[in-house]
């Protein structure tokens, strides 16, 4: 029998939330959104910003949990663009936040970092990461800390992919961002790479995830031991049909790996997964995939689909992201188009998982209004939606969402916010708070909730 147990069921619905504050019609996408590990009401989104009309990055904080935001630029001084932007924590709560900076693709460029230490209200100075290096281009870049108790502990890790021989590479900093060691490659060999992903397992394992776009299509994984410094050969995750490519009305999309490991104390600590697009011939649309593994990363399981609508509806799924919470459940989020006959509107959905990947809740709607990504006239040099959306938990009441969001008009950065209002707490089966409006709402069994009553026993 569990004595003196708590659990808060994420019964709750989401509020969406509007994050930067803009008077221009000009559009935000590519986003990331952190929660601070030390005060979880305090929270950090980043984004691409086209408000003065060329790429800049925004950055906002809430110290109330996101329903309000603060939002501004982040400037810097070496070229004139800025994008790709990706954003950390470290184990002390300091923020990081990584963007591209550029002039063109035909000319030198760099990878900058900038540090807030005080909940994201103000930031560093950019620190370069690797800059003006001839004849290359820096691109898509995704910044990871080790927050594990490893020795690695509070190492940071930027990955990227170096064209145009395309390679993946990584950096680190071993001094809080202060400076960045010369980068080195990951990937195996000269095939056709990109969109690599960093996670940390919980002895300080870094792991980075690409999609290899040369035949045979696929994702791959490599591994260090020893805090990136050395690697090992690369190991095939999965096959994939697509690779990348534009869906309806010129979205690109990609079968990149949304990765993350679970470091928790929870039974599957150690375990890695994975979620991506790929095309589905009998749904003759893009759907959401699952993998994962047990053994550090050597084998991997048969994928299985995420998003839950008909087979048959020929509806898009696109732009996945993973987070595994402080208790090892997964959560993973993603654009969908199931409620549009025409699949042109989107949503974005959550589903979660309790077992460690083995079985999946009910997808749940998230936004309240669909987007159109079609919007006319269409911005300038914008990517319509980017190419990837942002997710954070804590914990299973404490999911933290970030997109592109269309329903103003013009495509601006929403957060999904749990409102907790809508939740109930049981303490050994007994009701101690709750409010009765449980339609559409479900437990982590996946079973759908129609009274208290469902519940009892179930703990």
């Known amino acids: 029998m569990l004595i003196g147990l708590v659990i808060i069921f994420n019964l709750f619905s989401y ?36 408000r003065l009309g060329y790429r800049q990055v925004g950055i906002a904080y809430s110290f109330d949990g996101g329903l309000n935001w603060y939002d501004t630029l982040l400037y810097e001084p070496t070229y004139p663009y800025q994008s790709d932007p990706a954003l950390t924590v470290d184990k002390d709560g300091n923020f990081y936040a990584c963007v591209l900076s550029f002039i063109s693709t035909s000319q030198p460029n760099g990878l900058f970092v900038y540090k807030s230490t005080d909940g994201g209200r103000t930031w560093s100075e950019p620190v370069p990461v690797v800059n003006g290096v001839p004849n290359v281009f820096e ?18 890790y930027i990955v990227w992919t170096r064209f145009y ?17 010369s980068p080195i490659q990951v990937s195996d060999g000269s095939a056709s790479v990109q969109w690599p992903v960093c996670a940390i397992g919980p002895n300080g394992e870094v792991y980075v995830s690409w999609i290899r776009l040369s035949s045979p299509k696929s994702i791959r994984i490599d591994k260090s031991t020893d805090g990136g410094l050395t690697w090992g050969s690369d190991i095939t995750v999965q096959n ?3 690779g990348y490519g534009n869906i309806n009305p010129d979205i690109l999309v990609f079968s990149f790996p949304a990765m993350d490991v679970d470091i928790s104390n929870s039974p599957y600590s150690g375990n890695i997964y994975i979620a991506y697009m790929d095309y589905e011939p009998q749904t003759q649309a893009m759907d959401i995939y699952f993998t994962r593994s047990t053994d550090g990363g050597l084998t991997w399981s048969t994928p299985i689909r995420l998003n839950d609508d008909s087979l048959n509806n020929r509806r898009d799924q696109f732009h996945p992201w993973l987070k595994v919470d402080n208790n090892g459940a997964i959560h993973v989020i993603f654009y969908d188009r199931r409620l549009d006959p025409n699949n042109l509107l989107f949503d974005v959905y959550l589903t979660s998982s309790y077992d460690g990947g083995l079985t999946w809740t009910p997808n749940r709607r998230i936004t309240t209004v669909s987007s159109n990504p079609n919007l006319f006239p269409p911005p300038t040099d914008a990517g319509r939606l980017g190419e990837y959306i942002g997710l954070d938990a804590i914990d299973s009441t404490k999911i933290f969402m970030a997109w592109s969001d269309t329903r103003e008009g013009n495509p601006d950065i929403f957060a999904g916010i749990p409102d907790t209002s809508s939740s109930f707490v ?22 759908k909730i129609k009274n208290i009553k469902d519940v009892k026993g179930i703990i």
Request: proline share 3%; charged share 25%; hydrophobic share 30%.
């Open 165 to 181: 021989d395309t390679k993946i590479m990584i950096s680190r900093s071993t001094d809080r961002g202060a400076s960045w060691s």
């Open 139 to 156: 691109d898509k870049e995704l910044i990871a800390c080790d927050r594990t108790n490893s020795p690695f502990q509070n190492n940071l």
């Open 15 to 50: 509020l969406n939330i509007k994050v930067n504050h803009d008077l221009t019609t000009q559009l935000q996408n590519e986003c990331q959104i952190v929660v601070n590990p030390l005060n979880h009401n305090n929270l950090c989104c980043i984004w691409r910003d086209f």
């Open 240 to 242: 994939v049909r697509f």
């Open 426 to 447: 049981l303490e050994n089966n007994k009701k101690i708070n709750y409010k009765e409006r449980y339609a559409n709402y479900f437990l982590p069994t996946g079973e």
